[in-house]
């Protein structure tokens, strides 16, 4: 992904907050997941991917568990927090009012 | 599995993650068709710059680690906090006794750290650099010895400014009670003066208004301009802003204030000053009577001392040389014109660059030598404090050996065990510290009164930032001495056999420790008691002394002129009214004339006697000048023949009573009375001997002085004072008399009415320290020793208190245990006894020339303190002892 890298870290936390919404997933299960659901419109790149999982970490977000892979290799798996399912709500709708006023601006005329 | 922290983990964690990612991505590849290879490559370049990945990914991870180890740490300190609390609140008895002993080791120490710091240690307030501050002493050699001292002339001070390079300001500076204020309020006070760069050598701006300048301080007269201190301001002016401009009688002249200095700036002296002039103004006025001398200009007065700054491109060495050279040129100035001063190869002038605080210099008093004794002396009841902390605390861990070990069988790690033991050790030592804090703060200002008299005058208070990191560092130290032992004791234990052992076991091992600490305990209290002892002795002997004169009823009245000028007639006649006065007051019994105080003012003459060609070698003869009723006033006894009568008037023949050993010395053989002694002069007409007085002591309290007395109308009657005998003792009466013979005084001229006791007070003074001190702190040394020995006591009879019930339930009467418990008291006791008798004879050397008429190895005191001992470890022994005398033997034998 090119272009502002600064609003792309923001939503790539909440990309990936979203991710893990529905149980642990090692880093490439997140990256594969978004890409899936955005019909491989958005592709993380993998530095940016582990470097906002280590610091959502290092904030509490998320808590990091080592475990077997489905072919039993081991991985690094993430989840939620307390603390990171309120920062997904929070930031999900700061971004979504954000998105709609952007919206409503570009489709004025 | 576990997360591992280290930094190798760490990376390690980076890789593998890393690792397992390209794995998979390369799978996938392969899935949809890729080779293996191409699969790889393509894996490896979308992955990008792996290298900088890992390391930033390395850098979040150890940064996440460090914090949730620091939280760790605090959250493990905090727990170990509160568990110590609870603890301590389990058992207040325990803490209550380890935060007193503490408090009492801790706070004295600081308070005798904050008297040593002040005398050898801490700068005064505001100075500048004072690395490079010095106090100037001369060498001068008399006979064949060097006397070193730092008193010099105006006339030199100048030739060392002008002569020297390697200072950036210097002053004289000088310290004199001077009369402040008029008629009935006056009071001496202490008054400063200097010179001008007195200001530049600190770092002081004045409260309101100025400090004096150069042009104010210029010989002969200067100008009169004063500089009040902030304590005067506050308490004399109510800290009024309208107080420049006012005047201030401060000895014969008028001062105008042009300044108030911050608070607690005292200049260099170490007491409080009232204010700061400069020196030609207080010189100027002309207080000096006698001889008109040009202070200024002579070599003949020595009396101020020199404060200088080195500059800082100066070494001190080079600095000393220059001053020396610059000294050696001033005394060569003042032998021209001065034929009776000892040339200049004998004298050997040279200069000493020294240390500000005076007893850090080559002219150390005794107060600094005794303070630093005192001082060693509190360190050693501080180590006793700490090893009967150390008991308690040993006892408590012993007590608790089974709950321990219960925790370290759970999974508690050893180290975080010790940091809890340690734990409980600090936060002990810290209420120890708070409680240190108030006995410094409490017992620190009795303490220096007690110990420097006057010389300490109160500036910020005895609490401030020193003290407190003293305090910190002491009750630190204390904490960590007590607490060690035990907590590594306790660790150490065996796990099983703690676990498995009832209180049924007496704990053997641990006992010698706990043993040996005793034992010091007692040897050091002996130590410290036989110097109480010894010092109460040799104080009792002082006071027993016979002087010769009755001190405590006695006081003398000085009449100071201050400027006043009064002829001789005139001289006579307000000494004769002051006299008349005296006698009409209530308070007063008898009252005559004096010329000379024992132990503060004396005068001798040149004596001539037939057949002795000088009377000088054979030692030094005193004089007393007074009326017919001065012995029975100051009560010194006439032996033999008479006293003074109203006959021997001026024109009447010369008559003198001699004292008893001067009549021996000068007649060894013969009788006294009548014999004939010229005095001053050769020439003169016999004084005759008309009665022998008991010896006085003059001076020195050990032995007496040959003194002699002369009627004053015969002898100087224009000059002295009067000598008043009260019908209590003298001093609760001073003021009174001091208000009614006021009254007579002309002009701006007072009197000062002083009794003996105080001008005798410094003279007793070391004894009454020394006795005072090492009675404290003997006691205290013996109050510890005593709940250490309780401690133990208690403790090992609660542990065998299945033995005690055996020995009950087989017969044993109360008598019996308690011997036998008392017994074991004793052994542990005696062995410390002895050695401390021992140490405290082998170190009597020491103490002996301290001591008044005492041998260091008196044996009543010697016996006493063993007696002592002995008595208060069977008093301590016996409570325990007769608790386990009543144990119920069927309670105890079912005991665990």
């Not at chain 2, 050695?835 to 010697?862: N, Q, T, Y």
Request: charged share 20%.
């Amino acid at each position: 992904m090119a272009a502002d890298l600064d609003l792309l870290q923001g939503t790539l936390d909440l990309l990936i907050l979203k991710a893990l919404t529905w149980g642990p997933k090692h880093g490439y299960a997140v990256a594969s997941w978004v890409r899936q659901t955005t019909d491989a419109k958005l592709n993380i790149e993998e530095g940016a991917l582990y470097t906002a999982l280590h610091r959502m970490e290092q904030r509490g977000w998320i808590d990091a568990e080592w475990g077997l892979s489905e072919n039993n290799r081991k991985a690094k798996y993430y989840q939620l927090t307390t603390q990171g399912r309120k920062q997904l709500r929070v930031q999900t709708a700061r971004w979504t009012e954000y998105a709609g006023a952007v919206f409503k601006v570009l489709h004025t005329a | 599995m576990r997360l591992d922290r280290g930094v190798a983990g760490i990376t390690r964690a980076v890789d593998d993650e890393l690792r397992f990612h390209f794995e998979m991505t390369v799978k996938d590849l392969m899935n949809s068709g890729m080779n293996p290879d191409d699969a790889r490559r393509e894996a490896e370049r979308r992955f990008g710059d792996i290298p900088r990945t890992r390391q930033r990914l390395a850098e979040i991870d150890r940064a996440r680690i460090d914090q949730q180890r620091r939280a760790e740490w605090w959250s493990a300190f905090a727990q170990d906090l509160r568990y110590a609390m609870r603890g301590l609140r389990l058992k207040p008895g325990f803490a209550v006794g380890v935060v007193a002993t503490l408090g009492l080791g801790i706070g004295a120490n600081a308070a005798m750290f904050s008297i040593v710091d002040r005398l050898l240690f801490r700068p005064p307030s505001y100075l500048i650099a004072p690395e490079r501050a010095t106090r100037f002493y001369f060498g001068r050699t008399y006979r064949g010895t060097e006397n070193v001292g730092s008193y010099v002339g105006y006339r030199t001070y100048l030739d060392l400014k002008e002569n020297t390079a390697s200072f950036d300001a210097m002053t004289v500076f000088y310290v004199n009670e001077i009369a402040v204020g008029l008629g009935e309020s006056t009071k001496e006070m202490r008054i400063a003066m200097s010179g001008p760069d007195l200001w530049r050598m600190f770092d002081a701006k004045p409260v309101i208004g100025r400090f004096f300048t150069a042009a104010e301080d210029v010989p002969p007269d200067g100008t009169p301009v004063a500089v009040i201190s902030y304590g005067f301001w506050q308490t004399q002016f109510a800290g009024r802003n309208d107080v420049l401009g006012e005047k201030l009688d401060i000895g014969p002249r008028k001062y105008t204030i042009v300044g108030v200095a911050p608070k607690g700036f005292t200049g260099f002296s170490p007491d409080q000053v009232v204010a700061f002039v400069p020196v030609s103004a207080q010189m100027g006025s002309g207080e000096f009577g006698g001889r008109r001398m040009k202070w200024y200009d002579t070599y003949n007065m020595t009396w101020l001392e020199v404060f200088a700054r080195r500059r800082p491109t100066v070494t001190h060495a080079a600095a000393e040389a220059d001053l020396t050279r610059a000294y050696q040129l001033s005394y060569k100035k003042g032998l021209v014109g001065n034929p009776g001063r000892q040339p200049f190869e004998i004298t050997r002038p040279r200069g000493v660059v020294g240390p500000i605080l005076h007893d850090r210099g080559p002219k150390a008093s005794n107060d600094a030598k005794v303070a630093t004794w005192l001082a060693g002396v509190t360190a050693i009841v501080l180590l006793i404090a700490c090893a009967n902390v150390a008991n308690l605390l040993l006892a408590r861990a012993l007590r608790r050996r089974r709950e321990i070990a219960l925790r370290v069988a759970l999974g508690i790690s050893r180290s975080r065990l010790l940091m809890q033991l340690v734990t409980e050790s600090l936060v002990l030592a810290f209420f120890g510290a708070i409680a240190g804090l108030v006995v410094a703060r409490w017992g620190g200002g009795a303490m220096r009164a007690l110990l420097l008299g006057d010389t300490l005058g109160a500036d910020s208070g005895i609490v401030d930032a020193r003290l407190i990191v003293a305090v910190a560092v002491l009750a630190t130290i204390a904490g960590l001495l007590s607490g060690i032992a035990p907590a590594f004791g306790a660790v150490r234990g065996d796990v099983a056999s703690a676990l498995k052992a009832g209180s049924r076991e007496g704990v053997v091992q641990r006992s010698r420790l706990r043993r040996a600490l005793l034992v010091g305990q007692a040897a050091l209290s002996v130590v410290l008691l036989v110097g109480a002892g010894l010092f109460v002795r040799s104080l009792m002997n002082v006071r027993g002394v016979r002087l010769g004169f009755d001190a405590d009823r006695i006081a003398f009245v000085d009449l100071k002129m201050r400027g006043v000028k009064l002829d001789t007639a005139e001289n006579i006649q307000i000494r004769d009214r002051l006299l008349a006065a005296a006698r009409t007051l209530p308070p007063v019994e008898s009252a005559s004339r004096g010329l000379t105080v024992p132990f503060w003012m004396t005068w001798d003459l040149d004596l001539y006697v037939a057949g002795i060609d000088s009377v000088s070698k054979l030692g030094d003869f005193t004089l007393q000048a007074g009326n017919p009723e001065f012995f029975s006033t100051v009560g010194t006894r006439i032996i033999r023949g008479r006293g003074f009568s109203s006959t021997d008037v001026k024109s009447a023949p010369l008559v003198m009573v001699v004292g008893e050993s001067m009549a021996k010395k000068l007649w060894p053989n013969e009788d006294a009375l009548g014999k004939c002694v010229r005095v001053d002069a050769d020439t003169v007409p016999c004084t005759t001997v008309v009665g022998i007085a008991e010896d006085i002591r003059n001076g020195s309290i050990s032995e007496t002085q040959m003194h002699y007395y002369l009627p004053i109308a015969q002898f100087h009657p224009q000059d002295g004072g009067v000598f008043v005998r009260t019908r209590g003792p003298a001093e609760s009466q001073m003021e009174v008399v001091r208000r009614s013979l006021q009254a007579l005084m002309p002009g701006a001229s007072y009197v000062t009415v002083t009794p003996m006791s105080t001008i005798m007070a410094p003279v007793v003074r070391s004894w009454q320290l020394g006795a005072t001190m090492f009675a404290i702190f003997g006691a205290l040394a013996l109050l510890l020793a005593a709940i250490g020995l309780y401690s133990v006591i208690a403790y090992n009879v609660a542990q065998r208190t299945h033995e005690m019930g055996v020995r009950v339930a087989l017969g044993a009467q109360v008598r019996d245990v308690v011997s036998l418990i008392v017994r074991e008291g004793l052994r542990v006791v005696l062995p410390g006894v002895l050695l401390g008798s021992l140490i405290a004879l082998a170190a009597g050397k020491w103490i002996a020339p301290l001591l008044f008429e005492v041998s260091p190895k008196d044996p009543p005191v010697l016996i006493a303190v063993v007696v002592t001992l002995t008595l208060t470890a069977v008093a301590a022994s016996l409570a325990p002892a007769l608790r386990a005398a009543r144990v119920d033997p069927n309670e105890a034998l079912r005991a665990d």
